[in-house]
């Protein structure tokens, strides 16, 4: 039986957060039943841009809104960006309206 990586169920969890939306790190954790494993998230998050099918790494911030991930971008503004073309409000690094945005993939 093929094994999928950790990384690639993190990707297939990422891949579901719909347009206009955002998860967190700490919530796909806990619904792939790793709930300290928010850091493990971050860093398959980091490795995806090269993925198929695409991976909207830039719908995960952390627990308060923050882009946190914003680094792992092509330039610093990108995250941002990607995020203002879905009509997510975004302020100091900061998703407005947050809680009305979250995503959680436990209840989906």
Not at 23 to 29: C, E, H, L, R
Not at 71 to 99: H, I, R, Y
């Amino acid at each position: 039986m093929d094994q999928i990586s950790f990384f690639d169920k993190v990707c297939e969890v990422v891949r579901q957060i719909p347009y206009g939306r955002v998860s967190t790190y700490g919530a796909i954790a806990e619904s792939l039943g790793t709930k300290g494993s928010s850091r493990m998230v971050g860093y398959a998050m980091n490795a995806s841009g090269t993925a198929n099918p695409p991976v909207p790494a830039h719908r995960v911030v952390n627990r308060q809104g923050l882009l946190t991930g914003k680094k792992a971008f092509a330039t610093n503004s990108l995250m941002e960006e990607m995020l203002k073309s879905e009509g997510v409000e975004v302020k100091n690094d900061q998703v407005v309206n947050f809680n009305e945005l979250f995503w959680n993939p436990l209840n989906q």
